[in-house]
């Protein structure tokens, strides 16, 4: 994704993470969020406690990443833009199935990017937007591929950090935006099915595209 932005990118170590600032008229900070949404949230956290502290705290959030794609709705090569972020294994199982936390009277389970700008992203981008899930543990079956989108029809595609990256922004008061690129459908585990360099090649074409939609963008619309 950094080859998405022109020029050097500088590197400013902090606790925990270190930023990649790119140059211009606005402040891009890139950080390698690592795999899995603890993770993913912690990073994001020191990035964004640092910037408060700092006095200068960020308009927005933007995780982005690889994939797994609903057949038929976000194919292989495809750009999906979150118009929800939902954590689909947060909660209990029990008798009757998955409950989520929010059924237990506690946590969240969802968090929902500034619709205006997920429909300009979309746009610029060529994306589509729906739910992209965070899951802990990568589906590998058709019966567990099923279960997600009967429970979540809208789900267009699954990953694993989106939801702790929007929790950390969440807890700054920041909005968040998920992108990713499909590398593979989800389904039965086939590793030879996934096209990792194509969906890179599609994220950071897309992200190439974000800098003027982002800048243009007025973080206090809805
Ligand atoms: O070994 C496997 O079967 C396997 C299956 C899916 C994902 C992995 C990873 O190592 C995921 C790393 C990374 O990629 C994102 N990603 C990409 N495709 C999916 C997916 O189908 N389900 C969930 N996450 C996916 C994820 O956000 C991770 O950052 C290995």
Partial sequence: MAAAFAGPLREIPLPGVTLHRAGGAHRFDLVAAGVGPALAAARAASALTAAAIGGEPYDLVVSAGIAGGFPPDAPVGSLVVADDITVADLGADTADG????????????SHRPPETLVRAIAATTGGR???VLTVSTVTGTAARAAELRARHPRALAEAMEGFGVAEAAATHGVPVLELRAVSNPVGPRDRAAWRIGDALAALTEGFGKLAPVLESWNPHEP
């Fill in 98 to 109: 998955f409950v989520p936390v929010t059924g237990l009277g506690f946590g969240t389970v």
């Fill in 129 to 131: 937007a729906g739910t």
